[in-house]
């Protein structure tokens, strides 16, 4: 068997102190969330006009790894990463703090063997989650909220190999969690995101096998969206 693995080039350095300051934000969304429903009740200070809103968007894959190698130092780049689209609904209890309710459903991403003689291919598609988060907002002005997110989702995915019936897919629970930067105008918005999503350890890399070749693939991906949302209530 040839063990594939991530390049990990592109996962330091900066990459790396992203992770940290998104986890750490994630962390601070979860305690201010806790605090805001303490006793059973929101806690609406600073309440705002036109609470609940909706919306949809597009989303993109964003992960820094664009490239997979195995141990005979065959590669498969990224050669293709198609857009996606989301759908969501949420409520703002007050001008810091929200929750949300979303679906996201990912386009198909393609990986191609280079160096191998062959036209293989690896594809990632039918990729989707459905999301709750809770929001930490900091208005800066009446129309400007950077904002911090992170929250609990079920996610899917499937991962096949070209000229090969073997496939693999993986469905279950994990967090999501990003920031966001949000400007509005009257009871409209648009907003764009960077969201981070991290299923359970074990299922973190999943294997497909080949003619006796093992392929070790990352199940999600990491994500940036455009969207715009209606307020309303």
């Known amino acids: 068997w040839i063990g594939l693995s991530w390049n990990t080039l592109a996962h330091g350095g900066l990459f ?33 006009a036109n609470p ?24 498969y780049e990224l050669t293709s990463s198609g857009f996606g689209g989301n759908i969501f609904a949420g409520y703002r209890m007050s001008r810091f703090f929200g929750t949300e309710l979303g679906l996201a459903m990912f386009g198909e991403n393609q990986y191609r063997a280079t160096g191998t003689g062959t036209s293989s291919k690896l594809k990632y598609k039918s990729q989707w989650n459905v999301s709750y988060v809770g929001q930490v907002y900091v208005p800066i002005t009446s129309w400007f909220h950077p904002y911090i997110f992170a929250g609990g989702a079920y996610m899917h995915s499937n991962i096949s190999l070209t000229n090969s019936p073997t496939k693999d897919s993986y469905s279950g629970f ?18 764009a995101s960077y969201t981070d999503q991290a299923e359970s ?10 003619n006796g070749i093992t392929f070790k693939a990352l199940q999600t991906i990491d994500y940036v969206s455009l969207d715009v949302l209606y307020r309303f209530g």
Do not use: C, Q
């Open 174 to 191: 994990g967090l999501v969690y990003g920031a966001g930067l949000l400007f509005t105008y009257n009871n409209f918005g648009v907003r």
């Open 16 to 48: 790396g102190m992203n992770k940290l300051l998104l986890t750490s934000a994630a962390a601070v969304v979860l305690a201010a969330s806790s605090i805001s429903f303490a006793g059973g009740t929101p806690t609406v200070s600073h309440a705002v």
């Open 201 to 210: 350890h074990s299922a973190h890399f999943n294997t497909i096998t080949s």
């Open 52 to 75: 609940w809103y909706v919306g949809i968007g597009i989303n993109h894959n964003a992960s820094t790894y664009d490239e997979l190698r195995n141990s005979s130092n065959y590669k």
